[in-house]
């Protein structure tokens, strides 16, 4: 781990890494997070008769757009041009709830670490949101980073995933 900030100026003060001398390099994130629920509202969604719609396809599209302005919602972020942004989500009966998990790639100086988790959250967001009146108590849970890849750091992957990682034929 580093021993300092790095959004922090020798004073103290907040600001924003200036990245100008950095090179370019393919980087890419990707985040999870689930919303645990009621296993009838799960269903609900599952099936496509909740109230609001398409749960899913909104709540992938939103964690999209999300992503997209990222710097616009996390203070001291880099404004990226994305060359890839990928939101899936999965019914799991198990939690009972919906898997998000999503990918962002760039070529660029800074990473993409916040636009994949932000996209995950804006996504759990716009599920509890969209299904809230068929059951107030769903939880969103484990938003976090699983890997990233590029930069000076190269790769980091974490050890245990709560989204499974597809299975090999």
């Known amino acids: ?35 645990a629920m009621h296993p009838d509202t799960l269903a609900m969604i599952l099936s496509g008769h909740a109230k609001k719609g398409d749960v899913i396809g909104v709540a992938r599209v939103a964690g999209i757009m999300a992503a997209k ?32 998990t999503a990918t962002a790639k760039v070529t660029g100086r800074t990473g993409i670490e916040m636009e994949a988790m932000t996209a995950v959250s804006v996504a759990c967001l716009t599920i509890y949101d969209m299904a809230k009146s068929a059951d107030r108590g769903m939880a969103i849970t484990g938003i976090r980073l ?22 090999s034929d």
């Open 146 to 167: 699983v890997e990233k890849s590029g930069g000076r750091s190269g790769l980091w992957q974490i050890a245990d995933r709560i989204v499974p990682e597809e299975e």
């Open 69 to 100: 302005r990222t710097h616009e919602l996390i203070p001291l972020c880099h404004p990226l041009s994305l060359n890839r942004i990928d939101v899936d989500i999965d019914g799991d009966e198990a939690l009972p709830g919906l898997r998000v």
């Open 1 to 35: 781990m580093a021993n300092r900030l790095t959004h922090l100026d020798p004073s103290g003060t907040a600001r924003m890494v200036d990245v100008s001398s950095k090179p370019e390099t393919e980087r890419s994130a990707t985040a999870e997070g689930a919303v």
